[in-house]
């Protein structure tokens, strides 16, 4: 295709204003919906992730320059060898097809920490992408998936609710995906990963997959990976997607940017419950459901429902659509279990008709990135040849007292600064 038939289509002015300029390298690359003027496709497909890519040059005056109007994965990897390229391929079909041995090598991949199999589980992430696009395409631009953030103190029965709810949406079609943070120990770096053993009739369930990942000394319990993974399981036409945090703490503020709702889970007997949680925590409850509202529980479940309820009232409004609404439930007796789905399916109507879901998606991929970006440039730091020699001197220097905390970090980050 060359510069004089594109000029007849609406791309014409932006030609046109590129031939005014000193450039003399041209590289579009357009994704594989893009379409010019009248239907017609530009160029050749590019790698098969759903790139078009076509090269014009023009002589100027000598100078050369590349203009991309969407960066492409070649350009942050190396070539994929014939094995590579077998083995994404391999995990990409059978992931679409939904076979769970390829989701679960396909989490594995991008849980890796090899330089290499990073860069492969990015190319298997960015065709997973594209394939997630072109189905929301045909849902009308609906999301595939309704994901849930889920979390409460120790003891408030997740486990058990998550079987329990997880059967009974199984039961009506569903297919579910659990995505448990499990705390790693900070000494060892072991982690218990139990979930699989407390939710048993579940774990044996063919439309309910559970994968439980360490924190491996992640801030907060979620695993750097876990919005990688909930696109996965996405992919392998998983529609609900379950993540249960470590409890109660930093981890619900990271796990609220990455699902549509949240959900937090609070026993009946756990003392001064108002003090006890966090008001930021509350802050980020969609709902709140009280557990084991059964036997002699009923009474104080009651009490701390209605004590919630008056809370929530005081708090700032986050959704023009929605108010948090508070529950009771009993994964035993299997009371306000349904109601509770109700109460979600409602959630995610509204926000859906409001826009606001989407808008809230939309937030979150900025956030996503941006993570991703902190954790990049703290690995850099760390691993910067200077800077990996003198963390230690400093560490000595602010234990024995001879620096602060404070000039030690500024003599790093300038010493960074100057060599890198």
């Known amino acids: 295709m060359n510069i004089p038939m594109l000029l007849q289509h609406s791309h014409r002015n932006f030609l046109k204003g590129l031939l005014r300029t000193p450039f003399r390298c041209y590289h579009f690359i357009f994704h594989s919906s893009t379409h010019l003027g009248s239907g017609i496709p530009c160029a050749r497909p590019f790698n098969s992730l759903g790139l078009h890519c076509t090269k014009w040059m ?37 992931l679409i097809q939904g076979h769970r041995a390829c989701l679960a090598e396909a989490i594995t991949l991008i849980e890796s920490t090899h330089k290499r199999k990073k860069e492969l589980a990015q190319v298997l992430l960015q065709k997973v992408l594209v394939y997630h696009r072109e189905q929301e395409q045909i849902n009308k631009g609906k999301p595939l998936a309704f994901r849930v953030g889920l979390s409460g103190p120790p003891g408030a029965g997740k486990s058990t609710f998550i079987e329990y709810f997880g059967k009974m949406l199984t039961e009506r079609g569903h297919k579910l995906s659990v995505l448990a943070v499990d705390p790693s120990s900070c000494t060892s770096g072991g982690s218990l990963l139990g979930d699989k053993t407390r939710m048993t009739e579940l774990s044996r369930d063919m439309n309910a997959y559970i994968r439980p990942s360490p924190t491996s000394g992640t801030l ?21 997607i379950l993540i249960e945090t470590v409890g109660v703490g930093q981890s619900e503020f ?14 009946p007997a756990g003392g001064d419950e108002l003090q006890g949680i966090k008001r930021g925590i509350i802050e980020m409850a969609d709902l709140v459901a009280i557990t084991k509202s ?40 299997g009371e306000g279990i349904s109601e509770m789905w109700d109460k979600m399916r409602e959630f995610q109507d509204l ?28 690995e850099h ?5 200077t800077i990996r020699e003198q963390i230690p001197v400093m560490e000595k220097k602010v234990l024995s007292g001879a620096l602060s905390p404070g000039l030690a970090a500024d003599v790093l980050l300038k010493t960074f600064k100057s060599r890198d």
């Open 58 to 94: 023009m002589l100027s005056n000598g100078l050369k320059r590349k203009l991309c109007v969407q960066t492409t994965l070649k350009e942050h990897t190396e070539e994929l060898s014939d094995k590579e390229q077998r083995f994404v391929d391999k995990l990409y079909t059978g």
């Open 294 to 333: 059964d036997g002699d529980l009923i009474v104080p479940a009651r009490r701390i429902q209605a004590e919630y309820v008056s809370a929530l009232k005081l708090l700032r409004k986050r959704s023009e659509v929605w108010r948090p609404k508070v529950i009771r439930i009993s994964a035993r007796s």
């Open 351 to 378: 926000m859906l008709a409001s826009g606001e879901l989407t808008a809230k998606r939309q937030k979150q991929q900025k956030v996503w990135m941006w993570n991703l970006i902190q954790e990049s440039v703290l």
């Open 381 to 385: 730091f760390r691993t910067h040849p």
């Open 220 to 240: 907060g319990g979620v695993t750097r990976t876990t919005n990688e993974a909930i696109l996965l399981c996405e992919g392998g036409g998983y529609d609900i």
């Open 254 to 267: 990271a796990v609220a940017d990455m699902v549509d709702m949240f959900v937090l889970l609070l026993p």
